[in-house]
């Protein structure tokens, strides 16, 4: 069993910055890709940023240059930092594991007033 707990959200101006932060349990964190994910009120959840468990990164096209994800094995946290938000980075982020099945955080709400 996985548990993802998030963190760091907020409200935040146009052009500011956020990192946020996500807690798991289980021993095998080091082995596990893990990724972040935001839906927007009416729209679909997406792919935000994504590391493998050896550190490759990915990130969707929006968000390149702005966002950086990372992890720190030793406290089974992994982190997205965020700077020059724009208002449409207004969403509920959430993060994500496989173990087996996919597993899901609780959401923290991130605002980008402009």
């Known amino acids: 069993q996985v548990q993802l707990v998030e963190s760091g959200g907020g409200l935040v101006q146009a052009g500011g910055s956020l990192r946020l932060s996500c807690a798991a349990s289980g021993s095998m964190f080091s082995r596990n890709a893990m990724a972040w994910y935001r839906q927007a009120p009416g729209k679909q959840r997406e792919l935000v940023a994504a590391i493998s468990s050896g550190g490759s990164t990915n990130y969707a096209d929006s968000v390149k240059g702005r966002f950086t994800i990372s992890r720190d094995n030793a406290k089974n946290t992994v982190y997205l930092q965020m700077n020059s938000l724009k208002p449409e980075d207004t969403a509920v982020y959430y993060c994500?594991?496989?173990?087996?099945?996919?597993?899901w955080g609780q959401g923290t709400q991130v605002t980008v007033s402009s």
């Open positions: 994500w594991t496989v173990v087996n099945r996919f597993y």
